[in-house]
Nanobody, 122 residues
Framework: QVELVESGGGLVQAGGSLRLSCATSARAFSSYAMGWFRQAPGKEREFVAAISRSGGSTSYADSVKGRFTISRDNAKNTVYLQMNSLKPEDTAIYYC???????????????WGQGTQVTVSS
């Protein structure tokens, strides 16, 4: 079992920045592809960004491309999501997820965190 704990969410004005972190208990963190997803009220959970096991490959949703950056530190068992130029439509609960295989952009991840709230005011 892998535990994922997100942090870094909060309230920010439009145009501001936040950095989310996801700490994991995974013994072999570097063998997991990691993803960030979000779910706004009344909407389905959607893909935001993903990073391969080595960190050499990343993928982003079109809605965040150029504004968000996913990264990982395998020595710290942590994945990050740097969010810049935030918009009110970025308001959602953000979840990190782990998958013991290749990077994907669907919801088919093996483990999920509890989520952290991000609220962007206009």
């Amino acid at each position: 079992q892998v535990e994922l704990v997100e942090s870094g969410g909060g309230l920010v004005q439009a145009g501001g920045s936040l950095r989310l972190s996801c700490a994991t208990s995974a013994r072999a963190f570097s063998s997991y592809a990691m993803g960030w997803f979000r779910q706004a009220p009344g909407k389905e959970r959607e893909f935001v960004a993903a990073i391969s096991r080595s960190g050499g490959s990343t993928s982003y949703a079109d809605s965040v491309k150029g504004r968000f950056t996913i990264s990982r530190d395998n020595a710290k068992n942590t994945v990050y999501l740097q969010m810049n130029s935030l918009k009110p439509e970025d308001t959602a609960i953000y979840y990190c997820a782990a998958r013991a295989s290749l990077i994907i952009t669907t919801l088919k991840y093996d483990y999920w965190g509890q989520g952290t709230q991000v609220t962007v005011s206009s």
